[in-house]
């Protein structure tokens, strides 16, 4: 049988969507499947199970992605097709069963949203799979031995970005003396072109050992977050990744919506600004708050407590 299965373009929002997947492909073992998704995310796809063919949408004018796209799947028959993006491909290729999304679920997060197509009692975590060759090469990019502390301080919106000197004494206080993950390594994780936000917080620790994945690719950083103690970071594509892989992640948020985006798994948490995110938001508009200073709210004393609180639970899952 073959399943199309066509998703975001964005990282965080492909990697969410995975819960379904998996959902998908446990029901229908023998299935074939076709992922469509956005370039960036598209390599994270390539070992899930059941998929056969992952197809990178590249964005075109006018829509014409979408008819490259029905050029190379309309020539044969699809047992199912599972639109997230609400296009007009499921109607316009041979198919027995479409599923689309509809209204967005009032107070729910997008996994729970998701799995409600399927009417599963209880959401299918998302889960982000890799190869042996992969995580062989992140072994030696993160070596055993001693913990290791990830960070993600970049964000695609200046909004959603914690302060730098925030990470810098967050991980201080977490490594340093005394500290939950005493004389842990620090890796950075963040796209080339955020380098300006993220290497400062590397350099802040250039005494200590520290892992450079700023620029890294998908697949080598999600396999290199796997072999991390803990993640903390922004709302980003990277929180979703760190939580896909199973790594202990604490996420950050202001001007989001953390109900329907924060990390979800047993092994996540976060915190967030005392504001909601449409009073943070409705503060930007009105000029009332500069873009820049929408994460204040959360503090480093904030992120330590619940850091802390979430190293202790899954510590004691895992004994």
């Known amino acids: 049988m073959n399943l199309l299965f066509i998703t975001s373009n964005r990282v965080g929002d492909a ?7 998996s959902a998908l492909a446990a029901r229908h073992p023998d299935a074939r499947i076709t992922v469509v998704c956005g370039p960036l995310p598209a390599p994270l796809f390539a070992h899930h199970p059941g998929v056969v063919r992952v197809v990178p949408l590249a964005k075109r004018r006018h829509g014409l992605h979408w008819l490259d796209l029905w050029r190379q799947i309309a020539g044969g028959f699809w047992h199912t097709v599972v639109d997230l993006r609400n296009s007009l491909i499921g109607f316009s290729v041979p198919r027995l069963w479409l599923i689309r999304l509809g209204r967005h679920r009032a107070d729910s997060h997008v996994v729970e949203e998701e799995s409600a197509l399927l009417s599963e009692d209880r959401p299918t975590p998302p889960r982000l799979y890799l190869s042996k060759a992969q995580m062989a090469e992140a072994a030696a990019v993160v070596p055993g031995g001693r913990p290791v502390l990830a960070l993600g301080p970049a964000a695609n919106w200046i909004g959603k970005q914690w302060p730098a000197e925030r990470f810098i004494d967050l991980a201080q206080r977490l490594t340093g003396p005394g500290g939950v993950l005493e004389g842990a390594a620090i890796l950075v994780s963040a796209a080339e072109h955020e380098r300006p936000v993220a290497g400062p917080v590397l350099e802040a620790f250039a005494g ?20 991390c103690r803990l993640y903390v970071g922004n709302d980003s594509g990277l929180m979703h990744m760190s939580a896909a892989v199973g790594t202990p992640t604490l996420g950050l948020f202001g001007p989001t919506d953390d109900q329907r ?20 938001i409705a503060a930007v508009d009105s000029g009332a708050v500069p873009g820049n200073r929408l994460m204040d709210g959360v503090t480093v004393e904030m992120a330590q407590e619940a850091a802390e609180a979430l190293l202790a639970r899954t510590e004691k899952a895992d004994g």
């Open 208 to 227: 200590q050992q520290t892992i450079d994945m700023i620029g890294a690719d998908l697949p080598s950083t999600a396999a290199a977050l796997a072999r």
């Open 15 to 21: 990697i969410l969507s995975m819960g379904l997947l």
């Open 261 to 280: 985006y924060r990390p979800w798994g047993e092994q996540c948490d976060f915190v967030r600004a005392p504001q909601g995110w449409r009073e943070l």
